[in-house]
């Protein structure tokens, strides 16, 4: 049996969105590039063969109309913080009978191809951890369990020690967020979707972006 996944990405008013990473470039361009670096990450997921759907969580309405145009769904933030909003998208929205996986929205350099190896790796709750290791990604959970989902600070280590299973791959631009300036270089040097590289090469701050691996 082909599984079919919905996958759930909360995303913050842009206004408050990325706060580390303010400073990259100019302030008021700062919205536009978490918007941009969200439409990339929504468009790389919704070409993934294993999606079925995306819900993008959020109350700004320059995010909701702008994916929506991409083909996501929208669905309100409940309040209560992000983990508040992955629950809310996961487990009451897509529904528990499905299979559903939780992503962060700062994936720019993201590839269909990797995210559909990590999701065929699946077996029970399961998460993969960002490039530092540290943080995490992606958590992913089959029909009848709940996400449970405990980002933060040190989230890598929280969702192990609640009993997800770690999974681990070649898998650079899925596990590659972008928190800081030095992030979005290290982006640019994988490959950035295409609304992330037009955004930084208009403003000066490089000349190419390196091909779609």
């Given at each position: ?109 993201l590839r269909p191809d990797q995210l559909d190896e990590a999701l065929s790796r699946v077996a029970g709750r399961s998460f993969v951890p960002d490039a530092d290791g540290t943080g995490t990604v992606l958590l992913a959970v089959p029909p009848g369990e709940p996400l449970r989902p405990l980002f933060g600070p040190q989230s890598a280590q929280a969702h192990a020690g609640s009993g997800a299973v770690p999974l681990a791959g070649d898998w650079p ?41």
């Amino acid at each position: 049996m082909v599984r079919k996944w919905t996958v759930v990405i909360p995303v913050k008013r842009l206004g408050a969105a990325k706060t580390r990473l303010r400073g990259a470039v100019p302030a008021d361009r700062h919205p536009d590039l978490a918007l941009a670096m969200v439409r990339d990450t929504v468009a790389a997921v919704l070409e993934t063969p294993s999606v079925a759907g995306v819900v993008v969580v959020t109350d700004d309405p320059a995010v909701a109309a702008s994916v929506r145009k991409l083909g996501a769904h929208v669905a309100p933030d409940p309040g209560g913080g992000l983990n508040a909003a992955m629950r809310f998208g996961a487990d009451d929205v897509a529904g528990a009978a499905g299979y559903r996986a939780v992503l962060t929205g700062d994936l720019p350099a993201l590839r269909p191809d990797q995210l559909d190896e990590a999701l065929s790796r699946v077996a029970g709750r399961s998460f993969v951890p960002d490039a530092d290791g540290t943080g995490t990604v992606l958590l992913a959970v089959p029909p009848g369990e709940p996400l449970r989902p405990l980002f933060g600070p040190q989230s890598a280590q929280a969702h192990a020690g609640s009993g997800a299973v770690p999974l681990a791959g070649d898998w650079p631009g899925l596990r590659q967020d972008v928190d800081t300036a030095a992030d979005l270089g290290t982006v640019l040097g994988l490959g950035a979707g295409h609304r992330t590289c037009a955004l930084l090469r208009d403003l000066g701050l490089t000349a190419e972006c390196a091909p779609a691996a």
